[in-house]
């Protein structure tokens, strides 16, 4: 069983819907739930993490963590273009990285 | 420059070449790390650097070897690669070692003959 899951899309979505990103995970040793931007040709970047379960809202990002399902969501409020990209999950725990396959997404003017 | 940085972003090389992949990074940070980025396939940590010295390696294979000699920069060292090896190596680094906050560099794109 993998780590970390996460559904690869690709992902369609017009202008302005709300976007839900999703993982599942194994390991309930993790603590910190991470989500990456990664625009093509370039590295991940950081958008948010959370400790332990609960909601984390930035500007349009909420990320969710339900550590009883090993569950975890980002949802992308009045989404753009410059949304598109390919999110990234991880999770750390015992000195260790764990990321999911990445979602690439595609939002449509 | 600020960031990470990596050089050179493209290599080709051939299974029996040598080659040396570069990443410096001007945040002041102490830790690196060096991924190894495939498609379909989740990203994989491969090494970490402390305060130059390696604390993790994540069972990957002697033909990678890595070098850290100082706090700025990280190197790959590449010898006798597998086509297999072909992928995207990201550098990142952080404040200390194991934080969640890293900062990526934008890779090499790798491809192995």
């Known amino acids: 069983q993998k780590e970390v899951e996460q559904d690869p899309g690709p992902l369609s979505v017009p202008e302005g819907a709300i976007v839900s990103l999703n993982c599942t995970y194994s390991?309930?040793?993790?603590?910190?739930f991470m989500w990456y931007r990664q625009y093509s040709r370039k590295g991940p970047e950081l958008l948010m993490y959370t400790y332990s379960s609960g909601n984390k809202e930035d500007g349009r990002f909420t990320a969710q963590v339900d550590k009883s399902s090993k569950y975890i969501s980002l949802f992308i409020r009045d989404s753009q273009p410059s949304d598109s990209a390919t999110y990234l999950c991880a999770m750390s725990g015992g000195n260790q990285f764990y990321f999911g396959t990445g979602t690439s997404l595609t939002v449509i003017p | 420059e600020t960031g990470v940085t990596q050089t050179p972003r493209h290599l080709v090389m051939g299974m029996t070449n040598k080659k040396s992949l570069k990443c410096e990074q001007h945040?002041?940070?102490?830790?690196m790390y060096w991924y190894k980025q495939s498609a379909k396939k989740p990203l994989e940590l491969m090494f970490v650097?402390?305060?130059?010295?390696?604390?993790e390696n994540n069972s990957v294979p002697s033909r990678f070897s890595p070098e850290c000699p100082n706090s700025s920069h990280l190197f790959l060292h590449l010898h006798t690669l597998q086509p297999e090896d072909s992928a995207l190596y990201l550098c990142?680094?952080?404040?200390?070692?194991?934080?969640?906050?890293?900062?990526f560099g934008p890779g090499t794109r790798l491809l192995v003959l």
């Open positions: 650097y402390s305060l130059e010295e390696r604390v």
């Open positions: 990142a680094s952080s404040v200390q070692r194991w934080e969640v906050t890293q900062y």
């Open positions: 945040l002041g940070h102490n830790a």
């Open positions: 390991n309930s040793a993790f603590q910190y």
